[in-house]
């Protein structure tokens, strides 16, 4: 089955704590994107790759970083600099030459 | 960022009747992506849309990219109650843009 895979589903943090979102995709896409979805809004990129190794902020990058050290595999972090964190968290993917943008379930993370 | 102008914000409507939903941009995209969402659930792509003018249907759905590229509809017949969840443009310009979405509701 191909596809692209987030956990935890639900992930609990207290404050002041960093902690690492997982995005794994079997689609052989060469980018990936990390993007936070809050209610009433669109969704607003944080990070993207476009290969491996390589890696570009995008609108609301302070407080997250990113890796991208295989092809399948682009985790996130969201460190204790991140203010409001709480929030449901997509990571997508997208085949090199084509248009078309592929989701993840999400992550929902809540910072108590 | 931008965000895309997406309305209506909600529609409750009747099973069996047709919904239209529309985005604007203030910008021209070269791609308009229309998504479903249920609560809680990643976004499931319905119909890409790759130039001007372009009518595309999936089953009930179709989909239309505006003559001038700012902008891209969605109408889909005779809702059923799985219809229900939140729809979603996105338009490619240097990287993608969102909607706000629309929430539909079916009453049976």
């Known amino acids: 089955d191909g596809g692209i895979t987030q956990s935890p589903k639900y992930l609990f943090r207290k404050e002041g704590q960093n902690v690492t979102l997982s995005c794994e995709q079997n689609?052989?896409?060469?980018?990936m994107y990390w993007y936070r979805q809050d209610p009433g809004q669109g969704l607003r990129l944080i990070y993207y790759s476009q290969i491996v190794n390589d890696f570009q902020k995008g609108d609301i990058a302070e407080g997250y970083s990113v890796s991208r050290e295989k092809k399948e595999s682009f985790p996130l972090t969201v460190t204790s600099a991140q203010k409001n964190p709480t929030a449901f968290y997509l990571c997508a993917s997208r085949e090199g030459g084509y248009n078309e943008q592929f989701f993840g379930p999400g992550t929902r993370l809540t910072v108590l | 960022g931008q965000q895309l102008n997406q309305s209506p914000q909600s529609m409750f409507i009747q099973e069996g009747e047709d919904v239209s939903m529309n985005c604007t941009s203030s910008?021209?995209?070269?791609?308009w992506l229309w998504y479903k969402q249920d609560p809680g659930e990643g976004p499931v792509l319905l119909i890409a849309l790759y130039k001007a003018g372009e009518l595309t249907s999936n089953g009930r759905l179709t989909a239309q990219f505006g003559i001038t590229r700012k902008d891209s509809f969605l109408n889909i017949s005779a809702s059923i109650p799985s219809d229900v969840g939140i729809y979603f443009c996105?338009?490619?310009?240097?990287?993608?843009?969102f909607g706000t979405g629309t929430s539909l509701t079916v009453i049976p």
């Open positions: 910008s021209i995209f070269n791609t």
């Open positions: 689609l052989n896409h060469d980018a």
């Open positions: 996105a338009g490619l310009g240097n990287q993608f843009y």
